[in-house]
């Protein structure tokens, strides 16, 4: 059984800082893209970032580029979402997310074999 278990989360003021962790189990955890997404209240989910699943590869979308920073820990199974400077905008339920890997890196939600069940990011002015 395939489980993504997210954790960290929280409400932080703006410019503070918070790290998203995501632990999976069931799957080969090298063999996966990781990424991670989120949806603000009324949105439609959007693209974060993502990373290879040697590690070697990473996008952001243009949003969070600079302040956020996706990692992934081969040994451990777990990818991690680093973000700084925070702003009220980035106020959504974050979602980590593997696809298994291809080339290029696929960063649509629909391409995505596997979801975490999301932790809420609330970031206050």
């Known amino acids: 059984q395939v489980q993504l278990v997210q954790s960290g989360g929280g409400l932080v003021q703006a410019g503070g800082s918070l790290r998203l962790s995501c632990a999976a189990s069931?799957?080969?955890?090298?063999?996966?893209?990781m990424a991670w997404f989120r949806q603000a209240p009324g949105k439609e989910r959007e693209f974060v970032a993502t990373?290879?699943?040697?590690?070697?590869?990473?996008y952001y979308a243009d949003s969070v580029k600079g302040r956020f920073t996706i990692s992934r820990d081969n040994a451990r199974n777990m990818a991690y979402l680093q973000i700084d400077s925070l702003k009220p905008e980035d106020t959504a339920v974050y979602y980590c997310?593997?696809?298994?890997?291809?080339?290029?890196?696929?960063?649509?939600?629909?391409?995505?074999?596997?979801w975490g069940k999301g932790t809420l990011v609330t970031v206050s002015s």
């Open positions: 997310a593997a696809d298994r890997s291809t080339t290029p890196i696929r960063r649509h939600a629909g391409a995505m074999d596997y």
């Open positions: 069931g799957i080969g955890f090298s063999y996966y893209d």
């Open positions: 990373i290879s699943g040697s590690g070697g590869v990473s």
